[in-house]
T-cell receptor, first 118, second 112 residues
Framework: GAVVSQHPSRVICKSGTSVKIECRSL??????MFWYRQFPKKSLMLMAT?????????EQGVEKDKFLINHASLTLSTLTVTSAHPEDSSFYIC??????????????FGPGTRLLVL | GIQVEQSPPDLILQEGANSTLRCNFS?????LQWFHQNPWGQLINLFY???GTKQNGRLSATTVATERYSLLYISSSQTTDSGVYFC??????????????FGSGTRLQVQP
């Protein structure tokens, strides 16, 4: 149990285009989902927190108009990178919280999406 | 915000050796998790351990919340244990923000 999926796993796009990344909790309802970003050989940095049906809360320094987050249901959150540029290239990872397994506070992570903007 | 420090940053072991990874944090926490990030980037939950001791096979973890540190023990290491080990902590705030703050990780390489 407590599986989180992400799609796509890898995407290459041209500069100026928009890319949507989906995050799904497969066997539990996620009251809260989180989006992280990881640069090579670095740690994970929180970008935003989203609760189902409400606006996302962005961390300081994260442009909400650049990284659009929609948490439409208790099992799906999407991150859209708008007008992507090469500096947006990174590894994006989502996580979900809300499953009973492991405790209510436990977060489960998706496999990540590697974005390369040319 | 809360600070999370992990040590050592890098560790090279021979197969079969034991190791201890440490995580220090600067404030009281409601959540502490240990993860193993494999070479493909997947974060694998090892332990949810805001306090106390847990064991799972060759791995065990102890968190002393009053002294603000946690330890991850790996015994009889195998080459498949290689990767990055992250400690992450969460603090419950009035705003309801419960995201995890990650340490910088310990990069483990187990040699055959």
């Amino acid at each position: 149990g407590a599986v989180v999926s992400q799609h796509p796993s890898r995407v290459i796009c041209k500069s100026g285009t928009s890319v949507k990344i989906e995050c799904r909790s497969l066997d539990f309802q996620a009251t809260t989902m989180f989006w992280y970003r990881q640069f090579p050989k670095k740690s994970l940095m929180l970008m935003a927190t989203s609760n189902e049906g409400s606006k996302a809360t962005y961390e300081q320094g994260v442009e909400k108009d650049k990284f659009l987050i929609n948490h439409a249901s208790l099992t799906l959150s999407t991150l859209t990178v708008t007008s992507a540029h090469p500096e947006d290239s990174s590894f994006y990872i989502c996580s979900a919280r809300g499953g009973r397994q492991g405790g209510w506070e436990t977060q489960y992570f998706g496999p990540g999406t590697r974005l390369l903007v040319l | 915000g809360i600070q999370v420090e992990q040590s050592p940053p890098d560790l090279i072991l021979q197969e079969g050796a034991n190791s201890t990874l440490r995580c220090n944090f600067s404030d009281s926490v409601n959540n502490l998790q240990w993860f193993h990030q494999n070479p493909w980037g997947q974060l694998i939950n090892l332990f949810y351990i805001p306090s106390g001791t847990k064991q799972n096979g060759r791995l065990s973890a102890t968190t002393v919340a009053t002294e603000r540190y946690s330890l991850l023990y790996i015994s009889s290491s195998q080459t498949t244990d290689s990767g990055v080990y992250f400690c992450a902590v969460g603090v419950r705030r009035d705003t309801g923000r419960r995201a995890l703050t990650f340490g910088s990780g310990t990069r483990l390489q187990v040699q055959p």
